[in-house]
């Protein structure tokens, strides 16, 4: 039987094996706008991403942090969909919080990123360290094709609340 323990385990570990996340904002009259990003997080409570100034998501940001962001498996099977669904607050990254972000951005070297400076996200370059400090975690309670999920006994897709 999957318990609640072992669906917060199934979001860390989608988490995990993803270097994206589909990140959703909304324009200053509420036109929403959707992204992939890079990201890293180290307490899965904070997601840190480079982003251009000008990048429409960003300027969004600057206007209404309120975001919401996807992590999902794209490789499984049809009808076995996988995904960590956060809403957070994000925002553009400066001072004392620059140093953190420095220190979790691009995540571990198996990632396969390159590490950031402080020169390459504050004036004169024209990127940005982002920080969403997420506010709620669900996943889409996983369950086989026309079967009830285990936990719920619903058989339909649905979302349960998690705690990464």
């Known amino acids: 039987m999957i318990t609640v323990d072992d669906l917060d385990a199934h979001a860390r570990s989608l988490i995990d094996a993803n270097l994206y996340l589909t990140l959703g904002t909304a324009d200053a009259n509420g036109r929403p706008w959707v992204s992939p990003v890079y990201f890293a997080t180290a307490d899965y409570a904070e997601f840190y991403w480079v982003s251009a100034r000008d990048a429409d998501h960003s300027r969004n940001i600057a206007r209404r942090p309120q975001v919401s962001m996807v992590i999902f498996d794209s490789q499984v099977p049809a009808y076995h969909g996988r995904a960590v669904y956060l809403s957070a607050t994000a925002t553009e990254l400066s001072g004392r919080d620059l140093d953190r972000g420095i220190a979790v951005y691009p995540g571990p070297a198996t990632r396969g990123a390159t ?5 390459d996200v504050i004036a004169p370059s024209p990127y940005r ?36």
């Open 129 to 164: 360290l982002y920080r969403a400090d997420v506010t709620q975690a669900s996943v889409l309670c996983p369950r086989e094709p026309r079967r009830p999920c285990p936990l719920h006994a619903i058989n339909a897709d649905h979302r349960t609340p998690v705690h990464p």
């Open 115 to 119: 590490g950031i400076t402080l020169d």
